[in-house]
């Protein structure tokens, strides 16, 4: 079955070694994971606001078709919509970390980002944590992006997808249950058969595939897929179909 | 490949049921596990009666499903020892095969003492709970140092360190040079390299599969074993034959 990880950076993480840096190496990693095309962030650009991250990234994706570049973007940061613009056409969405960059999800930045993103019929990515709040560095804590503050967003904009990633499994919940255009990756939830419990509740419709690799294992992510208990068609939406949809990804 | 699942937790309440627990981790080709207790059934500290009620629901699942459910004998060292050393006993002839121990006492305190040497006596292997948080929620929740300390303090008794990944770098040093303690490696998100360097500095043969499902996914957390790069031979260690030495020997 085809795999599509909605989830995936690149680069060095202060408080984690990963086992790969580079995105050969990631590749042939994930073709081994069965994972076929892959989002891919700049794990960098999470602390530094140097351009150079999404820009570098960016040349290296172009010469390889197993992955989508996915900037990211700080809505805060002057002269943000003309770096951006540099990556159009072939732009597939655009990726955001309020609580690192400290932006509020009610701000005007948020508004034109959204107005520039509706323009091109393009998602807004929302990464709601990076790691574990409980384990963080004493003096690198950021909480998770609040449920509350995304529901609003996403009921502003009815029309802008929103996917979030790195969601709990009761945040997964509320957010698809309290808005309609929110979307979520499987990465960080988790209950006895993860997927078979959220499609008792929830339409597998708004679930993606992301395994934020290489900070997790991308076995439990497939793992987790693989052997939920839900229906061949369930399962296919979830692991490409969903994603396909809103990245658009047949027109590559 | 067998597989032994060391820390599960099935609730009073039967929610998710024992029968979907055990039917899923069939399906995730997990053929045996040891339950834990409802431990926080009634939050961090427990009244004798609550424990009686959580180990006598662990007794009934082991007897219902024998050769499928093993389980441990909960306590809370805050209790007197009478009813302590009481409890263990009728739990180990009842067949509970250990004791788990989770956050109303720190592990360095005192208290703990008259229930190691009863678990040293009876040869019973100890599951303690253990984390390095950022911030504790419980001040009495103990972390792998205080683990350590008790370690040293009752050498002949095995402890189980859980959480793997929750007690990170800092946790694996701790218990390094202590070869009574063996980790767990339930705790938190699958992130990766924590198998890993747990094998580098530990052995794979101190390291021992848990989920901590019900809370956790079988699925996901078989998946930080059979996606970390280390060799199969220590695959089976993890998943299995450490836990049949330890836990379950014949």
């Known amino acids: 079955m085809k795999i599509v990880d909605v989830n995936v950076s690149i680069g060095n993480w202060p408080f984690q070694r990963f ?44 010469n390889d078709r197993k992955f989508v570049f996915l900037p990211v973007v700080d809505p805060s940061m002057p002269g943000w919509e003309e770096r951006l613009s540099a990556f159009l ?24 980002l959204i107005l520039f993103l509706k323009a091109l019929t393009l998602p807004l990515i929302i990464q ?26 996403a009921n502003l904009y009815p029309d802008q997808v929103i996917v979030c990633l790195n969601a709990y499994i009761q945040e997964v919940e509320q957010l698809l249950q309290n808005s309609e255009n929110i979307y979520a990756d499987i990465s960080f939830c988790e209950h006895m058969d993860t997927l078979g419990t959220l499609n ?15 900070f997790l294992y991308t076995r439990s992510a497939t793992m987790k897929l693989n052997l939920s208990r839900i229906s061949k068609e369930m399962r296919q939406k979830i692991a490409w179909k969903n994603a396909e949809d809103i990245f658009r990804l047949e027109e590559l | 490949m067998n597989i032994i699942d060391s820390h599960i937790h099935a609730r009073l309440n039967d929610n998710p049921s024992i029968e979907s627990i055990l039917d899923f981790s069939q399906h995730c080709h997990i053929d045996r596990l040891v339950i834990l207790g409802d431990v ?22 082991i007897k219902r499903y024998p050769g499928r459910l093993y389980g441990f004998c909960f306590l809370s060292p805050e209790h007197p020892p009478v009813f302590i050393d009481e409890e263990i006993k009728r739990c180990k002839k009842a067949g509970l095969i250990g004791i788990k121990l989770e956050a109303s006492v720190n592990c360095r305190d005192d208290r703990l003492t008259s229930l190691m040497q009863t678990a040293s006596g009876l040869n019973l292997p100890v599951l303690h709970h253990s984390w390095y948080k ?31 990944t929750a007690v990170g770098i800092r946790g694996v040093f701790d218990i390094q040079k202590l070869k009574n303690v063996y980790v767990d490696t339930s705790g938190a998100q699958p992130f990766s390299g924590a198998i890993e360097f747990a094998v580098d500095y530990l ?42 030495r330890i836990l379950l020997p014949d």
């Open chain 2, 203 to 244: 052995g794979a043969d101190r390291i021992l599969y848990g989920s901590d499902a019900h809370y956790r996914d079988f699925t996901a957390q078989l998946g930080r074993i059979y996606g970390a790069k280390i060799t199969d031979a220590d695959k089976e260690k993890i998943l299995y034959s450490n836990a049949k």
């Open chain 1, 128 to 153: 709601m944590r990076v790691d574990d709040e409980r384990n963080q560095h004493p003096h690198m804590r950021v909480a998770g992006v609040a449920v509350e503050d995304i529901t609003q967003l």
């Open chain 1, 19 to 62: 086992p790969y840096y580079d995105l050969q190496a990631l590749s042939t990693a994930l073709d081994a994971e069965g994972v076929s095309l892959a989002v891919v962030t700049a794990v960098e650009a999470i602390l530094n606001s140097d351009p150079c991250y999404n820009q570098n990234l960016h040349k290296q994706c172009q």
């Open chain 2, 134 to 164: 950022t911030e504790k929620i419980n001040p009495a929740e103990s972390d792998p140092a205080d683990i350590a300390y008790l370690a040293a303090r009752f050498p002949d008794v095995t402890i189980i360190m859980a959480h793997l």
């Open chain 2, 40 to 61: 926080l059934a009634f939050g961090f500290f427990p009244s004798p009666d609550q424990i009686k009620q959580i180990n006598n629901h662990s007794i009934d699942l």
């Open chain 1, 89 to 112: 056409p072939g732009l597939r969405g655009v990726k955001i970390f309020p609580n690192y960059h400290t932006f509020a999800l009610g701000s005007s930045q948020i508004r034109d």
């Open chain 1, 200 to 214: 008792k509740t929830l339409a597998a419709e708004r679930l993606l595939f992301g395994s934020h690799t290489p």
